[in-house]
């Protein structure tokens, strides 16, 4: 008897697990939820979609600027969607280093890196109208294991890409907000 009641404790789980994700599929539609990089019912590109892939994306300076802007480039242009141009995204993006665990013989073990973004979308109109901003703020970090500096040059670069990638979703997800919020700017120019 005891052989075969994880078996049966398993397919209970498993039948819970799937009951819960059929009812949470259902009720998604009913919230409002709807994917942004998905098609609508007549194959269009969502308009969120369509209006992330209207942003050019202005210059980001020194090397972790450009992983930033490759990843915003990469999240707007979801899918190759080809819209003509309607706003300009400015952001000011900077890294910093914080040294943490200080030992007696004042080696570092673990340093802290800090990614802080502040952008401004503006229309292309005449008077470039700035719609909307926001700001974005990520932390990250890696230990340093015997003081090896190749490889803490290894993890701090890590570090900073993936950090980029972080940053460039919290913009992506505010942008999409913004316009599924106010779907007029899409006549903006």
Same mark, same amino acid.
């Given at each position: 008897?005891? &052989?075969? *009641?994880?078996?049966? /404790?398993?397919?209970?789980?498993?039948?819970?697990?799937?009951?819960? !994700?059929?009812? !949470?599929?259902?009720?998604?539609?009913?919230?409002?939820? !709807?994917?942004?990089?998905?098609?609508?019912?007549?194959?269009?590109?969502?308009? =969120?979609?369509? @209006?992330?892939?209207?942003?050019?994306?202005?210059?980001?300076?020194?090397? !972790?600027?450009?992983?930033? #802007? =490759?990843?915003?480039?990469?999240?707007?242009?979801?899918?190759? %969607?080809?819209?003509?141009?309607?706003? @300009?995204? @400015? %952001?000011?993006?900077?890294?910093?280093?914080? #040294?943490?665990?200080?030992?007696?013989?004042?080696?570092?073990?673990?340093?802290?890196?800090?990614?802080?973004?502040?952008?401004? /979308?503006?229309?292309? &109109?005449? *008077?470039?109208?700035?719609? $909307? $901003?926001?700001?974005?703020?990520?932390?990250?970090?890696?230990?340093?294991?015997?003081?090896?500096?190749? &490889? #803490?040059?290894?993890? &701090?670069?890590?570090?900073?890409?993936?950090?980029?990638?972080?940053? *460039? @979703?919290?913009?992506?997800? =505010?942008?999409? *907000?913004?316009?599924?919020?106010?779907?007029?700017?899409?006549?903006?120019?």
């Amino acid at each position: 008897m005891q &052989d075969h *009641a994880p078996p049966l /404790l398993l397919s209970r789980r498993v039948l819970l697990s799937a009951a819960a !994700s059929l009812a !949470s599929a259902l009720a998604l539609p009913g919230c409002g939820f !709807s994917p942004v990089y998905a098609t609508t019912a007549n194959g269009d590109p969502a308009p =969120e979609a369509v @209006d992330l892939a209207a942003i050019t994306i202005g210059r980001i300076p020194d090397r !972790s600027g450009q992983e930033l #802007s =490759e990843a915003l480039q990469e999240r707007f242009n979801y899918g190759g %969607v080809g819209v003509a141009r309607r706003y @300009d995204l @400015d %952001v000011n993006y900077s890294i910093g280093e914080e #040294s943490v665990g200080i030992q007696p013989d004042t080696s570092v073990t673990y340093q802290r890196v800090i990614a802080n973004a502040t952008w401004t /979308l503006r229309g292309q &109109d005449p *008077a470039h109208t700035v719609i $909307t $901003t926001g700001k974005a703020h990520a932390i990250d970090g890696y230990n340093f294991i015997d003081q090896q500096f190749f &490889d #803490s040059t290894l993890e &701090d670069e890590k570090v900073r890409w993936r950090l980029s990638r972080t940053i *460039a @979703d919290m913009i992506t997800m =505010e942008l999409i *907000a913004y316009f599924k919020h106010h779907p007029a700017s899409t006549d903006a120019s």
